[in-house]
């Protein structure tokens, strides 16, 4: 465990590769699982890594870590470890995506309750990216997706998000993630331009009917704006 743990800083892409090999085997023994907490932090740092299969053996020995029974995540690791799956949603990895959306879903249920606060920022970041894989060709990203978006609107009180996403209807959710935070329909909408270049058909179909949705709400606002102050 000792050797291993040292060799996952090695900037030897085949050394980590094979550290990581050796620490997944370890984890499958029930009794490693808080000695494996002791290589979090290296794990953490191997969540941006360009190797794809790095990236993926990280996640699943988090994955292991998190299945031990009664384990908290603490108010100061939850924000980093959300930081760093964020990003991993959109991999080209189907595998990656699935677990990285897993184990951002149990960082919401296992965060300690001080911990909740700090961590909304991020899990409101989460929102339009989950919901515009639910629209995913691979139904494990997809189900991932719907899971964990839903998990979040409960983490995130958004009782309204809860409520129209069991109708299952797209263009009701969409307005539901405008409709409770209309102030940043501008970021919203720099967010889904990148789902525009997707392959995936179904994904930027999603996209396009998001930005339709932004767009209305800003025309919206600006209206608004226009119609009080001449009033005013």
């Known amino acids: 465990m000792k050797i291993m743990s040292s060799c996952l800083q090695s900037k030897c892409r085949e050394t980590c590769r094979l550290a990581l ?16 907490r002791s290589v979090s932090r290296s794990l ?25 029974k009664h384990l908290l995540i603490s108010s100061i690791s939850a924000p980093k470890l959300a930081e760093a799956l964020l990003p991993l949603f959109d991999n080209d990895n189907s595998q990656v995506q699935v677990l990285s959306i897993y184990l ?7 965060v300690v309750d001080e911990g909740k ?4 920022t991020i899990v409101n970041q989460s929102l339009l990216p989950l919901f515009l894989h639910c629209h995913e060709e691979n139904q494990h990203v997809a189900e991932a997706s719907r899971e964990t978006l839903h998990c979040a609107a409960g983490f995130l009180e958004k009782t309204d998000l809860q409520r129209v996403m069991k109708t299952e209807q797209p263009l009701k959710i969409d307005e539901c993630l405008l409709a409770e935070d209309r102030s940043r329909a501008a970021q919203h909408l720099r967010r889904a331009l990148r789902y525009l270049r997707s392959p995936q058909e179904p994904l930027r179909e ?27």
Do not use: T, Y
């Open 104 to 110: 951002f879903r149990k960082m919401m249920e296992l």
């Open 117 to 120: 606060k700090p961590l909304k």
């Open 44 to 68: 953490l740092k191997l969540l941006g890594d360009a190797d794809g299969e790095v990236v993926s053996m990280s996640l699943s020995l988090f994955k292991k870590m998190l299945q031990k």
């Open 21 to 36: 090999g050796g620490l997944v085997v370890l984890s499958k023994d029930p009794s490693m699982a808080k000695p494996l």
């Open 206 to 232: 999603a996209a396009v009917r998001f930005i339709g949705s932004a767009g209305r709400c800003r025309r919206g606002k600006r209206e608004e704006l226009r119609a009080h102050s001449q009033a005013i």
